[in-house]
């Protein structure tokens, strides 16, 4: 698990900060990606690794630093795992209002 990897990793266990500089490496050349086009002010990492991911979130800044111009800031999600779930639901209770508003502009305008 992400946990056995992260608490192997800061005992000091080859293979584990083997691992986790190789998702820091993944994960910043993705973030330097979508940083060069949207330039955005903030990345949240989200999802179960994040648990224990602060290690994870300092070795991405730090290969950005050394990448890219401008380098966002990188937060870790409060939300853990949840917030793939999270997400959806909050899409499609924005698509339904959008939907709900669009069906009823004219009935209320009329008011």
């Known amino acids: 698990s992400a ?3 992260f608490a192997a990793a800061a005992d000091g266990a080859p293979w584990a900060t083997g691992l986790v500089r190789q998702a820091a490496d993944h ?3 993705a973030i ?3 940083s060069t086009v949207l330039n955005p002010e903030l990345v949240v990492l989200g ?3 994040m648990k224990s991911g602060e290690r994870l ?3 991405i800044r730090e290969r950005l630093a ?3 111009p401008y380098v966002p800031r990188i937060e870790l999600s409060r939300i853990g795992y949840r917030a793939g779930a ?3 639901i909050a899409f499609v209770l924005d698509m ?3 939907q709900v508003r669009s069906e009823h502009a004219g009935v209320l305008e009329a008011s």
């Open 3 to 5: 946990e056995t990897v």
């Open 27 to 29: 994960l910043a050349i």
């Open 32 to 34: 330097a990606a979508i």
């Open 47 to 49: 999802g179960g690794v």
């Open 57 to 59: 979130a300092e070795l």
């Open 66 to 68: 050394a990448a890219i």
């Open 86 to 88: 999270l997400g959806a």
């Open 96 to 98: 339904t209002t959008d």
